[in-house]
């Protein structure tokens, strides 16, 4: 308890929206990323992984900052309107795209939306020489999931 108790006190924490289409593999990479990232908690194997119902969350740590991840339902076409009003009310958002050919055109519309957002952030934040620590932390993130 004492331990959860300092690392409570001495992490910054962000909420981090797992979006992506239907079947994008969004559950497998908050799973995967359980199992990486939080030393006391392994994530479901992949055999025991079914169609997300509501919602699927989870903490992992990178670095001194913990990210609750939060895999919402619902990838499919009629409900995508909901993540322009969702990501606005986390710290960040992890995209999957893990769609078939078919679909990648419906799976790249929302990053270019985001994209609109987020560059010209970044370039403000360099240009002022801000650390705006939810960018900090987004590629290292990335490329340690890919990796595990
Ligand atoms: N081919 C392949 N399939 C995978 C891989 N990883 C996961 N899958 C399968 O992809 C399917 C979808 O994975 P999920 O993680 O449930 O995807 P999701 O985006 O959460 O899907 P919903 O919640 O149903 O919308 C499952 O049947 C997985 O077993 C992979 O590396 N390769
Ligand atoms: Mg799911």
Redesign the pocket.
Known sequence: MSDLYKDMLLKDQYCILIL?L???????VLERSKTRFHKNSKGRS?SK????VGLNTGTVDVGKARLLLC?L?G?QEELQSLWYKDQAEGHGVLY?M?STEERLSEAVAFPIFLSSFYIPLLLKSWAAQEKNPEMLISLPYLLSVRNS
């Open positions: 992506g239907d079947n994008a593999v969004r559950t497998t992949l992984i079914t169609t997300t895999g339902a990838g999957v893990g």
